[in-house]
């Protein structure tokens, strides 16, 4: 996870409240996945110098993880992307959950033709949503089918994507986005092709980023409880400090429906 993502200064407003309150510091590392700067920061927990490591990455450093991390590497939580890894506890938000509920609030304006605008390729967070969306369109009491297109994060991502499906002889009345960025280009890229949003096309994203409030129309998403994941995240690492004994947790925390502007019932 790179420090200009928009999720990223939340989470830390809750790191730090809990570290500061505790007596603790804490030290920002951003390594934008470069192999050779997550050596360095490897060697240097590897010193001692810190007493714990919260990972906002969604993956154990490229650089490698040593099978003996329990002596190199301090106590470790992951936060706001999960890891599967024996030895790590996570906080994030329930993805699967929260996507289940923006499906469910798309089929309730009479949406039947839902297309899911994927994020990167591989990325944990992207299936949970995913899922959470397959999720509603099983328990819509008519048939409804899966369809993804895939999308990397970002608004030139949802823009490409939209180019995509207009190849296609069928379009979706509603698009359900990977997250606000994403939501972000497809308005953007309906609107150049003279679409009307909500009116002819509904669009929901995920994060709550703080632009999603000021676009036109402003954006109906999914709010990420980004302060309480930090807050989660350092009180789990700071009791592993305090007793080891204490054994490998996960919190997967609420996320609010944030009705917006950017749906609308379908056209008649």
């Not at 706001?80 to 798309?106: F, K, N």
Request: with cysteine; proline share 6%; charged share 20%.
């Amino acid at each position: 996870e790179s420090i200009s993502d928009p999720n990223f200064p939340g989470v830390l407003t809750g790191l730090e409240k809990v570290a500061n309150t505790r007596g603790y510091g804490v030290l920002i590392g951003n390594t934008e996945g470069d192999v050779a700067v997550e050596e360095k920061y490897l060697r240097f927990l590897s010193t001692g110098m810190a007493d714990g490591l919260i990972l906002l990455t969604g993956h154990l450093p490229l650089a490698g993880w040593p099978e003996n991390s329990k002596s190199l590497i301090p106590p470790t939580v992951a936060a706001a992307t999960p890891i599967e890894h024996a030895d790590i506890s996570y906080v994030c938000t329930d993805d699967q959950s929260a996507a289940r509920v923006a499906t469910e609030y798309l089929m309730s304006l009479g949406h039947r033709r839902i297309v899911y605008v994927a994020g990167p390729k591989g990325s944990i967070l992207s299936e949970r949503r995913l899922k959470g969306y397959c999720d509603a369109l099983a328990q819509s009491s008519e048939p409804m089918s899966i369809w993804k297109v895939d999308g990397d994060g970002t608004s030139l991502g949802g823009r490409a994507a939209v180019e995509r499906l207009f190849i296609r002889d069928t379009l979706p009345t509603a698009f359900f986005c990977f997250n606000d960025n994403t939501a972000i280009g497809v308005i953007g890229a309906l609107q150049d092709r003279g679409y009307d949003v909500p009116r002819d096309m509904s669009v929901l994203g995920f994060d709550d980023i703080p632009f999603a409030s000021n676009i036109t129309p402003s954006l109906t998403t999914i709010r990420q409880p980004r302060s309480q994941i930090g807050e989660y995240a350092m009180t789990a690492l700071l009791d592993r400090l305090a007793s080891r004994e204490i054994p490998i947790e996960t919190w997967e925390l609420h996320g609010d429906l944030i009705v917006r502007n950017s749906c609308a019932g379908v056209k008649p």
